[in-house]
């Protein structure tokens, strides 16, 4: 594995696996009456969040507390942050405070990638979702979600497996990294949206595209219902919240299509009456729940792997990736 | 690298399948003396080689006690104290059985007892699952060298060694057969095989 | 004054020949001169050009003296082979008046590296809706002959119409920064497939290419001239090719990392390559070349934008927009068109300096190198390799993209009107 966690797609087969694997053993944690291993003592990890964020800084929260990590919570309400002090400020900060990680949520595509790449810091960078880029642990989680449900065991992936993944793919960091980890675990991806809130050039992506939600629900082993935020309404991005859920939205008699091993997953917050009916929400067939207690073994077994152990640099084969973007540019 | 006057040398076998066989049932017995019956006991392997041992013993109680004896597994990965030595490792499973291990008498199982590192991790490891009654040690080979106040309660065989000697369990079911070998530590340095083969090196 | 002779330079890259500098003018060129100089150089395997012309830079003075003044500029310009720059309006305050405006001009004057010709705003405060004192910057000292709201588009069909017309009067041109702003509302990078890849706001070409296609329009139909600033992509080559087919008095230029980089680069989320119009894609970057080859695109411009460190340093969604570029452009140029074979030196000297000149109506400037004509000469080293360094640079900032790698060529001596301004690589302190 890589020193730090930017992307879903700096993660191997095996990478990916080896964290599914080691977040299968660490769930069974929650179920022990002490729920903490001693493992990060002594180790300090800073949750970076400069966007609010409840329930994933939760579960990280909860996840470094019970590796025994010193926990520094650092967000940019009512800090320097918001009197101005710039990311590189911040960082040098937190390097002095001798943080080994540092968990990240930044509006800005990207933030995380510059710490990472920068010398402002020397501990493991870990994204927690940088603008609508990229948000690996959340694929992490619903990648171990679905093995569980789909394909039960340590060691194995999701290959040949069909996953819809429905809605607002343009600006949705939880769509990136998963069609990047899904993909390498052999999953089938299909993203299914108006042509407005997909990114241009997605026919290179490695995942179908369909605009028909009906004609891909009965294939699928699971589909990933994404959040629409009303705001793109005003943006021209579809008509109106009627039109959006008539067309893309989950309800009862769409699930009822899908195969019945089939699940529903969504990453919250949920807008129900949107993307997603109540009954739908509420149906045991949907994971939202579940979802969120593996979100915590994930992000234990992330956390465990990229700072249980020695610390190597990689700095070798980041000077290999500029040369290469040089070279690309030429 | 070694001088030429004190080459290492090969490791020789110091037991074989026979022995491992009836140092097994010799400790089952033991148990079951000790332990009044064994009535209470649960049986935790630790991984990898303590995992075996620990089915072979439980199998043996069995039959001389008629009865199934509780058994689980246990990683001690998050619990060591070297984790920064090394690369983080991958886990393997750890299987407490459902009863629990509140009030039992638990006998951790292991190949060999060194340092006794391990097994201050698995007892830091039994204390955030339960509260035992009593824990006890089964080892199949106590190599000496304690750097803990730790000692074992059953021992297969004590072998005396040298820091320099490195201790090679084999079991069938990982290594293909039974045998204990002792050899030079630089000399199974030098085999790579030796030393993928050998878990106790790094410890 | 000083005299110079210079020996065995290849003018325009054809066969060695001596120039003696008099007075500011070319007093005597051929081979083996025997006339007296103070200084001689000798030139042998460099590449004599007419002192370059940018239509496109930003001095930052008045107001982000932080970034650039026109000391640091006009240096930065004279280490590039420049003898004249248009400095851009997007200054505080704005240079949408005379004061302004001859404010800039008389420093350049005054510190004597490079000829400064202010551009003037084309509306009030660059805000699009007004229309600028135009005649005033006009009739000031500082003469303005182009007019741009760089930075920000004259998206007004309205106001564009009538900038387009008003400058007729004296001869003026409407240099046009191509941003449709609708389409790019929080656009970080080129829209394309990295920016899909990596949740960057997308800048669509289309929102370059469907204001220059109303521009050339109205330009055709007001009987006027535009200029395209910084043109970047395949599309909006297409559409001046058309206008030019057309007989219509269209200008464009492109800027040197327009002709090298593209959106690849932006994977690093590394602000240095950060800039508006954005780095497109390598289709883009070969259709601007052959443009550049067969001048459909007019003139090489820097659009030399320096920031700040703190402007850079930082994340990319709050990183200032440009890079410098006076000091690295014919080196990139010599890379991506003299290299390849697209331009020979003359086409380089008819790019970067007499089309220039021409465009923004400069007399003393862009002309050939003959005798009698003013003596604005670089000498450049076509031969030299060498990796870039921004510490180096005279410019103020750093915000180089081409930092670390290997370029070729590199300016050996600059002259403005007959004075060196960088001899053997170095400024010549004034």
Same mark, same amino acid.
């Given at each position: 594995m890589k020193r730090h966690l930017v992307s879903a797609a700096d993660l191997s087969r095996d990478d990916a696996l080896l964290i599914l694997d080691t977040a299968e053993e660490l769930a069974q944690l929650s179920g022990r009456a002490v729920k903490k291993l001693p493992t990060l003592r002594g180790r300090t990890v800073v949750n970076l969040f400069f966007e609010d964020s409840t329930r994933t800084k939760t579960s990280f929260e909860v996840a470094e507390k019970r590796l025994s990590a010193d926990v520094i919570n650092f967000s940019a309400k009512g800090s320097s942050v918001s009197k101005g002090e710039s990311l590189k400020d911040t960082a040098l900060t937190l390097q002095a405070m001798g943080a080994d990680a540092v968990v990240i949520r930044h509006h800005a595509s990207g933030a995380p990638a510059r710490l990472a790449d920068s010398d402002w810091l020397h501990g493991s960078v870990i994204n927690a979702g940088d603008g609508t880029h990229e948000h690996p642990t959340q694929a992490l989680l619903d990648a171990f979600t679905m093995r569980r449900h789909l394909n039960p065991g340590a060691g194995r992936d999701l290959a040949g497996r069909k996953v819809a993944i429905v809605g607002d793919i343009l600006h949705s960091r939880v769509a990136r990294s998963n069609v990047h980890l899904l993909t390498t675990l052999g999953a089938e991806v299909t993203f299914v949206a108006p042509p407005t809130l997909l990114p241009i050039g997605i026919e290179t992506w490695p995942c179908q595209v369909s605009y028909d939600l009906d004609a891909v629900l009965p294939k699928v082993d699971a589909v990933m219902m994404l959040r629409v935020q009303r705001e793109r309404m005003n943006a021209a991005f579809f008509p109106t919240e009627r039109e959006y859920s008539r067309r893309y939205g989950l309800n009862g008699l769409r699930l009822a299509t899908m195969p019945e091993h089939a699940i529903v997953m969504h990453p919250g917050p949920m807008v129900r009456g949107m993307e997603i009916t109540a009954d739908v929400a509420d149906s045991p067939r949907c994971t939202v729940v579940e979802q969120v207690a593996n979100g915590v073994s994930v992000r234990m077994a992330v956390l465990y792997l990229l700072l249980g152990g020695a610390v190597f640099a990689d700095g070798s084969a980041d000077s290999a990736r500029t040369t290469e973007l040089l070279e690309a540019a030429q | 690298m070694t001088t030429p006057s004190s080459a290492p040398r090969a490791p020789h076998q110091v037991l074989d399948a026979t022995d491992v066989a009836r140092i097994v049932t010799r400790i089952a017995h033991e148990i079951v003396e000790r332990a009044k019956g064994a009535e209470d006991v649960v049986l935790l392997g630790i991984h990898t080689r303590g995992v075996h041992l620990a089915h072979r013993l439980r199998a043996r109680l069995t039959q001389i006690t008629g009865r199934e004896i509780p058994f689980g597994t246990l990683d001690i990965t998050m619990y060591r104290d070297d984790l920064r030595l090394k690369p983080a490792r991958a886990l393997e499973h750890t299987e407490i059985p459902a009863d629990g291990i509140d009030g039992k008498l638990v006998i951790l199982v292991d190949d060999v007892l060194f340092s006794g590192r391990t097994i201050r991790a698995a007892l830091d490891a039994l204390g955030d699952i339960g509260r035992p009654r009593a824990v006890q040690l089964a080892v199949l080979v106590d190599r000496g060298h304690r750097e803990l106040p730790i000692r074992a309660d059953y021992v297969g065989k004590n072998l005396p060694t040298s820091l320099r000697e490195a201790v090679q369990v084999q079991l069938s079911e990982t290594d293909g057969r039974d045998a204990v070998l002792l050899g030079d530590r630089d000399y199974a340095a030098r085999s790579s095989q030796a030393l993928a083969a050998d878990p106790q090196l790094p410890e | 004054m000083t005299t110079y002779l210079i020996r065995n330079a290849q003018i325009l890259g054809g066969s060695p020949q001596d120039i003696h500098l008099v007075d500011g003018a070319f007093a005597a060129i051929g081979e083996n001169l025997d006339v007296p100089a103070d200084i001689e150089i000798d030139a042998t395997g460099l590449v004599a050009l007419p002192g370059l012309v940018d239509l496109h830079t930003h001095l930052r003075e008045p107001g982000r003296e932080d970034a650039e003044t026109v000391l640091t500029g006009t240096r930065s310009a004279a280490m590039g082979g420049y003898t004249a720059v248009h400095a851009m309006a997007n200054t505080f305050p704005v240079a949408d008046t005379a004061g302004v405006v001859e404010q800039v001009w008389r420093l350049g004057q005054e510190y004597g590296y490079c000829d400064v010709q202010p551009v003037g705003a084309v509306t009030v405060g660059l805000e699009g809706k007004q229309l600028a004192e135009l005649g005033a910057m006009h009739d000031s000292a500082a003469g303005v002959r182009v007019f741009s709201d760089d930075g920000k588009c004259v998206d007004d069909a309205v106001i564009m119409r009538r900038a387009l017309e008003y400058v007729k009067a004296f001869d003026g041109v409407v240099a046009q920064h191509a941003q449709e702003p609708r389409l790019t509302a929080g656009a970080q990078m080129n829209e394309g497939l990295v920016s899909g890849e990596l949740g960057l706001g997308g800048w669509p070409a289309v929102a370059e290419e469907s204001i220059i296609a109303r521009d050339v329009l109205l330009a055709a139909h007001v009987g006027s001239r535009v200029h395209i600033c910084h043109l970047s992509t395949a599309g909006s080559v297409e559409i001046v090719r058309w206008a030019k087919a057309k007989g219509w008095d269209v200008t464009a230029e492109v800027t040197p990392h327009h002709l090298l980089l593209t959106d690849e680069l932006v994977r690093s989320y590394d602000p240095v390559y950060k800039v508006n119009p954005p780095l497109r894609t390598a289709a883009d970057v070969e259709a601007l070349r052959e443009a550049l080859a067969d001048g459909t695109i007019d003139a090489v411009a820097t659009d030399h934008a320096p920031h700040p460190a703190e402007d850079k340093d930082c994340e990319w969604a709050v990183a200032a927009m440009g890079m410098v570029g006076l000091e690295t452009a014919l080196s990139v140029v010599q890379q991506t068109m003299v290299d390849t074979g697209l331009l020979n030196w003359e086409g380089v000297a008819d790019r970067m300096s007499h089309r220039p000149a021409r465009i923004g109506r400069l007399t003393g400037h862009g002309r050939p190198i003959s005798v009698g004509e003013p003596a604005n000469l670089v000498l450049f080293d076509p031969a030299y390799r060498g990796v870039v360094n /921004?510490?180096?640079?005279?410019? @103020? $900032? @750093?915000? $180089? /993209?081409?930092?670390?790698m290997d370029l070729p060529g590199r300016v050996h001596a600059t002259f403005l009107r007959g004075e060196a301004t960088v001899l053997a690589g170095e400024l010549v302190e004034r």
């Open positions: - | - | /921004p510490e180096t640079f005279a410019t @103020r $900032s @750093r915000n $180089s /993209p081409y930092k670390g």
